[in-house]
């Protein structure tokens, strides 16, 4: 079976700082690994995916993620983050062997300060 | 905005009734995915039709069930409702079954009570 974890309901940051949402997953093989954010009332929106290759992943709107094989990460990050950043963040995993259903995370709520 | 919509935006039903929910995929994408999301929770997967044909199931009783149109839109329905299925159903389209990202429509509210 596969999984996902966010450690953090919630993280906070000023406006400008850097910006982490952590991920950890558990699949059988090598995964595909993706990043959504959401919005109140909205549907989940795509940021970036890792299939294969570099293990840095640049995405939508200024985010990257690290994909970390060994300690199964895959952390969300962008250098200076916005107040129009604040919304629901979702890290999903897929086994290679899974068709195409996406197994999310919990689910991590960030909050950018001005 | 994705090319994936949804309808209804938001729906109440009562306690053992039935419900059907629409979703028109993107433009060019044949598989559709179905995934519930619960209020503070991460979408969790019901089924995926790939080219009219249910082809992965999620954790789901028989009372969920879809269908796919040659045009690749789809249909979610629910059977017998419960309020534990008060929640956001949200339809993902993608261009076949590889490696790519899913897109997903806005949602459908459905309140049961």
């Known amino acids: 079976a596969q999984s996902v974890a966010q450690p953090e309901d919630q993280v906070n940051v000023a406006e400008g700082n850097p910006l982490t949402v952590k991920c950890t997953y558990s699949v059988s093989g090598n995964p595909y690994l993706f990043w959504y954010v959401q919005y109140p009332n909205r549907g989940l929106q795509f940021l970036l995916k890792?299939?294969?290759?570099?293990?840095l992943v640049k995405g939508s709107y200024g985010f990257e993620a690290e994909f970390n094989k060994s300690q199964t990460s895959f952390h969300l990050k962008k250098p200076s983050a916005l107040v129009s950043d604040s919304a629901l963040y979702f890290c999903?995993?897929?086994?290679?062997?899974?068709?195409?259903?996406?197994?999310f995370g919990g689910g991590t709520r960030v909050l950018v300060k001005p | 905005e994705t090319g994936v919509t949804q309808s209804p935006t938001h729906l109440i039903k009562t306690r053992g009734q039935q419900v059907t929910l629409r979703c028109s995929s993107q433009?060019?994408?044949?598989?559709v995915s179905w995934y519930q999301q619960a209020l503070g929770q991460g979408p969790q997967f019901i089924f995926q039709y790939y080219r009219e044909e249910e082809n992965g199931r999620g954790n789901f009783p028989p009372r969920f069930s879809g269908l796919q149109f040659p045009n690749y839109s789809s249909e979610l329905n629910v059977n017998a409702l419960e309020l534990d299925d008060s929640a956001l159903y949200l339809c993902?389209?993608?261009?076949?079954?590889?490696?790519?990202?899913?897109?997903f429509g806005p949602g459908t509210r459905l309140t049961v009570t």
């Open positions: 993902a389209s993608s261009p076949g079954q590889g490696q790519g990202e899913q897109y």
């Open positions: 433009s060019g994408h044949n598989t």
């Open positions: 999903a995993v897929r086994g290679r062997a899974a068709g195409n259903k996406l197994t």
């Open positions: 890792y299939i294969t290759g570099d293990n």
